[in-house]
C-alpha cells in the first residue's frame, strides 16, 4: 500500500483527451500516469511498428494539459540518438495491464514514419527558450483580446441600455 501511495503521490494524472487520439483497438482509460508514460517504448505506425526509442519528457502547457512528449530515438535506430518534440495529436497510448496499478504500462505510437520524426523538432535548449517565449507571447496576446472584447462589450451594452432608457423617458 505505501508503495501504491508513493506511486500516487509522485505521479501526474492527465486525462485522456489531452493525450491525443486513442487507437482504434484501445479504449480511453480516462486517466493516465505520467510517471509510468515516462521511458515507455515508443513505435513507428505502420505495418512494421518499429520500435524507436522511448518517452524522455512530458510537455505541459499553461492550462497544466499536455501539449507534446519528447522521444529519444535509439542510437542503433536508423534516426540515431536524438531527443525529438512530439506534438500532442501526432501520438497515441495505449494501455496494458490497466487494472493492475503496479503492472500498468504503456506504448506509444508515433502517427508518422521515419522521416516525419527526423523532420520534428529537436528538443534543445534553445528550442525551449523559444517555446518558452512564444507561449509567453501567445498567453499574453490572448489575454489583451479577452480584455478589448469584455471592454468592448461593455461599452456596447451600456449604450444599448441608454438608448432603450431614453426611447423609454425621452424628456428626462
Given at each position: 500500500?505505501?508503495?501504491?501511495?508513493?506511486?500516487?503521490?509522485?505521479t501526474?494524472l492527465?486525462?485522456?483527451g489531452l493525450?491525443g487520439?486513442?487507437?482504434?483497438?484501445?479504449?480511453?482509460?480516462?486517466?493516465?500516469?505520467?510517471?509510468?508514460?515516462?521511458?515507455a517504448e515508443?513505435?513507428l505506425?505502420?505495418?512494421?511498428?518499429?520500435?524507436?526509442?522511448?518517452?524522455?519528457?512530458?510537455?505541459?502547457g499553461?492550462?497544466m494539459?499536455?501539449?507534446?512528449?519528447?522521444?529519444?530515438?535509439d542510437?542503433?535506430?536508423?534516426?540515431?540518438?536524438?531527443?525529438?518534440?512530439?506534438?500532442?495529436?501526432?501520438f497515441?497510448?495505449?494501455?496494458?495491464?490497466e487494472?493492475?496499478?503496479d503492472?500498468l504500462?504503456?506504448?506509444?505510437?508515433?502517427?508518422?514514419?521515419e522521416?516525419?520524426?527526423?523532420?520534428?523538432?529537436?528538443?534543445?535548449?534553445?528550442?525551449?527558450?523559444?517555446a518558452?517565449?512564444?507561449?509567453?507571447?501567445?498567453w499574453?496576446?490572448?489575454r489583451?483580446?479577452?480584455?478589448?472584447a469584455?471592454?468592448?462589450?461593455?461599452e456596447?451594452?451600456?449604450?444599448?441600455?441608454k438608448?432603450?432608457?431614453?426611447?423609454?423617458?425621452p424628456?428626462?
Amino acid at each position: 500500500m505505501a508503495r501504491k501511495a508513493q506511486r500516487l503521490t509522485g505521479t501526474l494524472l492527465v486525462t485522456a483527451g489531452l493525450l491525443g487520439a486513442t487507437p482504434a483497438l484501445a479504449a480511453p482509460q480516462g486517466l493516465y500516469s505520467s510517471s509510468e508514460l515516462m521511458d515507455a517504448e515508443v513505435y513507428l505506425q505502420g505495418s512494421d511498428q518499429r520500435r524507436i526509442g522511448e518517452v524522455e519528457d512530458i510537455l505541459l502547457g499553461e492550462n497544466m494539459g499536455v501539449q507534446a512528449v519528447v522521444i529519444e530515438t535509439d542510437d542503433d535506430s536508423e534516426l540515431g540518438e536524438h531527443e525529438y518534440v512530439i506534438n500532442k495529436g501526432d501520438f497515441t497510448v495505449q494501455t496494458t495491464n490497466e487494472d493492475n496499478l503496479d503492472e500498468l504500462s504503456y506504448r506509444v505510437t508515433v502517427n508518422m514514419d521515419e522521416a516525419q520524426v527526423s523532420n520534428q523538432a529537436e528538443y534543445t535548449n534553445d528550442w525551449w527558450q523559444n517555446a518558452k517565449r512564444d507561449a509567453a507571447q501567445a498567453w499574453e496576446s490572448t489575454r489583451e483580446s479577452a480584455s478589448s472584447a469584455w471592454q468592448s462589450t461593455r461599452e456596447a451594452t451600456s449604450s444599448l441600455l441608454k438608448k432603450a432608457s431614453d426611447a423609454i423617458s425621452p424628456d428626462q
